[in-house]
């Protein structure tokens, strides 16, 4: 009980950054102040889950920062609510979490079989029933669901795959970091309208690389 309620106060101090750093969807500080963080982390880095920063999660992967999670969910979101959502890079799972909270039903890829196996025991625990996961590369995507509302990418690729934006709904919106290196990066939100897509970029980011196979 109290080791609850003392991760409940840490989420709401984060909240409170989060808000500060410029977060505004009231839908979506309430999804990171009802997520457990600290679940999707290993017990020796738990006591930082609260923390405002990314975390090591094996295999030269990170969680993503809370505000990037908040950001790019805020983005994906600001065009009303999404029925199906596609993840690129699963990693942990907090952000597909998140996402499960807030959108009908979340297809998500992760090319690194450890990762996956851990982010759905991850679901199970908490009793998340609307996400479906596989392992493969998620360069391409996941066609046999599209086209997707949402899309939502949690690795840079150098360029803008063509495959995500064909998979991507008319009237749909994409959230996706896009740079050749770590250190130049821009967070993009690409909406598909009925004969094009417009670009615009949000900030400068750092992601780890989508690698191919
Ligand atoms: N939002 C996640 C971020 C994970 S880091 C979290 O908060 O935990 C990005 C993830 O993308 C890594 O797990 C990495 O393995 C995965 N990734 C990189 N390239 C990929 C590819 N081509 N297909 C699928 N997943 C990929």
């Not at 977060?23 to 982390?41: C, G, N, S, W, Y």
């Not at 495959?163 to 994409?174: H, N, Y």
Request: aromatic share 8%.
């Amino acid at each position: 009980m109290r080791m609850t309620s003392r991760r409940a106060r840490e989420r709401e101090r984060l909240v409170q950054r989060l808000r500060e750093e410029g977060i505004r969807d009231p839908a979506v500080l309430k999804a990171i102040q009802e997520t457990p963080r600290h679940i999707f982390v290993d017990e020796a880095l738990s006591s930082r889950a609260y923390e405002d920063t990314a975390l090591p999660i094996g295999f030269r992967q990170t969680i993503s920062q809370p505000y990037i999670v908040a950001r790019m969910t805020e983005a994906l979101l600001a065009g009303g609510p999404l029925q199906k959502v596609l993840e690129v890079g699963t990693g942990s799972g907090y952000q597909t979490a998140i996402l499960a909270g807030l959108t009908g039903l979340v297809y998500t890829v992760e090319r690194i079989k450890p990762l996956l196996t851990q982010a759905q025991a991850r679901f199970n625990y908490l009793g998340i029933t609307n996400i479906r996961a596989k392992c493969a590369d998620g360069l391409w995507g996941w066609p046999a669901y599209g086209p997707y509302q949402g899309i939502l990418v949690a690795a840079a690729p150098m360029e803008m795959p063509q495959s995500f934006l064909k998979q991507l709904a008319v009237g749909g919106r994409m959230v996706i970091p896009v740079g050749a290196s770590s250190s130049a990066q821009s967070l993009m939100v690409v909406t598909r309208t009925a004969d094009d897509f417009e670009m615009k970029t949000l900030e400068r980011v750092s992601f780890v690389p989508l690698v191919g196979e």
